[in-house]
């Protein structure tokens, strides 16, 4: 059933699967550093520290039998990217995947965009479950014949293999950023994307790896006047020539492609003027936007700081018309969060299929869904603890001070080291996949 | 959730040549500011993430305390924070331009309000330059006027390369820090670009000598002689650098010339060896 009426209380979320090594010794290649479900749902891809894909395919539910949920296993893993050394700089650039994205699918192959910091490549995902048997000149272990020898000629046929699927990499889009790439988006006119890095977004054709044309760049002339870096951009899902961009100080641009080539000047700005009763030290910082994203609709974005998630209406700049708070209780903490630098840590966050609940990570292998229609919202928790099939997950929560009560954790007691930073929904069904900081979890909505 | 032993967060700051460690996390014990040098389990780690060793990181109750504390040293302990993490950029895997630009906004922020506040608190003597293994004593201090600050960066890194090819040295500058903070993030950002040799350079405004150098056509691995060149002292070292860097520039794009340009920089090899 599709989640078209499930609030985040309507549905009552259940443990589906977990990918990953059980094991606590977690070994940094296998640290997820991005997931993302493709159009239709159907697949699911993640990228690691150590630069590898790997894509998850849902298996075809028996429609017959609803209550067996489809589960998504390992369709295809690949390396994507390897590490690199610049050598001027005596600098290692990190293999981490940064960003995965997928194509629209346009015939039988899957294509996605995968980043690091540097490059961005294209692949093709492909099956393969056929092969030709009977060449004339060539053997079936592929040792050639000797056309002599040949008295009759046949005509090569197909015949039925084990499922192959392969992924080859088809474009390389590199040396186009000296910063860090933070964000890839592919635009709705199925032919360009934009990459963005701190300073600058560029414009690329999808089959053109020469060339890119630069469409924003905040570089000061002199960098000592540098003051604001871009975290993240995403394009609009159906307007082509519109894109987002967000700040370090925790405002959003939006860019008209029309108004001039370069967009550095905005057609729009989104600032929410700061609460003065707010302010700290850390004001700017806890600002800093770590996530933007677009609801399906067009009609909303949704930026994710450090303490709370905010929704603009695209049509009113001065203010958010939506705010929730993430972790209020880590306010008073913003100190020690500082200095053990966990105030730095960017947060994803990711719209459901409909743009009724929004979701994002937090502490703990907390994760939190806000339901926009109900005003309601819930944290969950991602554990071994709650992994069995099927098992309903139960409502946390934290005791910011005073009296702890039965089953509430007390803010000292959380672990940092535990936190959500990728989260992705599927863009019909409620299915989540929720990544810790090695493990996936795929959780779904109860069936009765 | 699995429970583990709780060790409480502890952080450790070198302070000129005193090791001043905390028990708590913000340091705020104020009464007893100098712990000797003790063993700590747990030091502040480093920008890679802290994997699953076993320990979980979680707040102690000092951030009370910190409230408690009068406003201008809860802006000092940010202060000395903010600068701490701004040297340890330097020595990070991995140096985040946007993490570097949030803690020197903040810094500037608390010197302005310090400014502001009439002058009196000027941050007290900075630490020194961290000991990298590229710390060069000799270097001058950076002088003031702009212009030149670009150079001696790029001066004092390519001295740094000749020592040690590994390490990341955007050298910090020498002398109190009111006066070169200013500084600092110039020398900071300056470094955070990737790969595309030229427009570093041509950022530095050393556009004569290198504007034509694209180095998207060179295979990485026909660096290994280049990147290390025969320890030579000093100034042999930043000579044949020099020497690099121009053979550098005569080279062109072309997949034709590449191989004659690489066998220039052999012959310059040769010679560096040979004198």
Redo the contacts between chains.
């Keep these: 059933m599709a989640g078209s009426g499930g609030g985040s209380n309507d549905v009552q979320w259940c443990f589906s699967q977990v990918k990953g090594a059980i094991d606590d010794d977690v070994a940094e290649a296998d640290i997820i550093s991005t997931v993302e479900f493709n159009h239709s749902g159907e697949l699911l891809a993640t990228g690691d520290k150590g630069g590898r894909v790997v894509i998850f395919q849902q298996e075809i539910e028996n429609k017959s039998h609803p209550q067996c949920r489809s589960e998504y296993n390992v369709y295809s893993t690949f390396q994507s990217h390897e590490p690199e050394f610049d050598y001027l700089k005596s600098l290692e650039i990190e293999e981490k995947i940064n960003k995965i994205r997928w194509l629209p699918q346009k015939n039988a192959a899957q294509f996605l965009l995968s980043t690091n910091d540097k490059t961005i490549k294209l692949w093709k995902i492909s099956e393969r479950d056929k092969r030709l048997e009977g060449y004339n000149l060539k053997e079936e272990d592929g040792r050639c014949i000797d056309p002599n020898t040949v008295t009759a000629l046949r005509v090569p046929v197909f015949r039925p293999m084990d499922l192959m699927v392969e992924a080859s990499p088809r474009r390389v889009f590199a040396n186009a950023h000296t910063y860090h790439i933070n964000s890839i988006s592919i635009n709705s006119d199925h032919e360009t994307y934009l990459s963005a890095d701190d300073l600058r977004i560029n414009l690329w054709h999808q089959e053109i790896t020469d060339r890119s044309f630069n469409i924003v760049d905040i570089k000061p002339v002199n960098m000592e006047e540098l003051t604001e870096v871009i975290t993240a951009a995403e394009f609009h899902p159906n307007q082509c020539n519109t894109f987002v961009y967000s700040s370090s100080k925790g405002s959003i641009r939006l860019c008209d492609m029309r108004a001039s080539a370069l967009c550095d000047k905005h057609s729009k700005l989104f600032e929410e003027p700061e609460d003065p009763s707010n302010r700290s030290f850390f004001s700017e910082i806890i600002s800093s936007i770590s996530d933007v994203k677009f609801s399906h609709n067009g009609r909303y974005m949704m930026t994710r700081d450090y303490l709370s998630v905010k929704i603009w209406d695209l049509n009113m700049e001065t203010r958010p018309v939506e705010t929730y708070q993430v972790h209020e209780y880590l306010r008073s903490k913003l100190c020690s969060l500082y200095e053990n630098d966990c105030i730095f840590d960017k947060f994803e966050c990711c719209w459901n299929g409909n743009d009724s609940v929004v979701m994002t990570g937090s502490y703990n292998n907390f994760f939190r869904m806000f339901d926009r229609g109900q005003r309601r919202d819930v944290t969950l928790e991602a554990s071994r603890e709650s992994s069995k099939p099927r098992q309903v997950l139960k409502p946390r929560k934290v005791c910011a001070g005073g009296k702890r009560k039965k089953d509430e954790i007390s803010v000292d007691s959380l672990d940092f080291n535990k936190k959500i930073l990728h989260t992705a929904w599927h863009p019909q069904d409620n299915i989540i996949a929720v990544a810790t900081t090695n493990n996936l979890y795929i959780f779904q909505d109860k069936v009765n | 959730?699995?429970q583990r032993d709780i060790v409480s967060?502890e952080?450790s700051v070198r302070r000129k040549s005193r090791i001043r460690t905390a028990s708590t996390?913000?340091r705020l014990d104020v009464e007893s500011d100098v712990k000797g040098p003790e063993q700590h389990g747990n030091a502040?780690p480093s920008?890679?993430?802290?994997?699953?060793r076993?320990?979980?990181?979680?707040?102690?109750?000092?951030?009370?305390q910190?409230?408690d504390l009068p406003y201008p040293q809860?802006?000092q302990?940010?202060l000395d924070?903010c600068l701490d993490?701004l040297q340890s950029c330097q020595r990070r895997?991995?140096?985040?331009?946007?993490?570097s630009?949030?803690l020197?906004?903040?810094l500037r922020?608390?010197q302005r309000e310090m400014r502001q506040e009439g002058g009196p608190h000027h941050p007290e003597s900075p630490p020194p330059a961290p000991a990298t293994p590229c710390h060069s004593p000799e270097l001058p201090p950076v002088p003031s006027d702009?212009p030149s600050t670009p150079v001696a960066a790029l001066s004092s890194?390519l001295l740094c390369?000749d020592d040690?090819?590994?390490?990341?040295?955007t050298e910090l500058p020498k002398g109190p820090w009111s006066e070169d903070v200013?500084?600092l993030?110039?020398l900071l950002?300056?470094?955070?670009?990737?790969?595309?040799?030229t427009?570093?350079l041509t950022?530095l405004q050393l556009d004569d000598i290198f504007e034509d150098i694209d180095t998207?056509m060179y295979d990485?691995s026909d660096?290994s002689v280049?990147?290390c060149p025969p320890p030579r002292g000093s100034s042999g070292a930043s000579l044949g650098n020099d020497y690099n860097l121009k053979a550098f520039s005569t080279c062109t794009t072309s997949s034709s010339t590449l191989q004659m340009c690489l066998n220039d920089l052999d012959h310059i090899m040769e010679i560096l060896v040979r004198s």
Excluded: W
């Design positions: 959730m699995g967060y952080t996390m913000c502040l920008s890679r993430y802290m994997v699953g076993g320990v979980k990181r979680k707040l102690s109750e000092c951030e009370d910190m409230l809860q802006r302990l940010v924070l993490k895997a991995e140096p985040s331009l946007h993490r630009v949030l020197a906004n903040t922020q608390i702009r890194s390369e040690d090819a590994q390490s990341t040295c200013g500084k993030p110039d950002f300056g470094s955070f670009e990737i790969t595309n040799s427009s570093y950022d998207s990485p660096f280049l990147a």
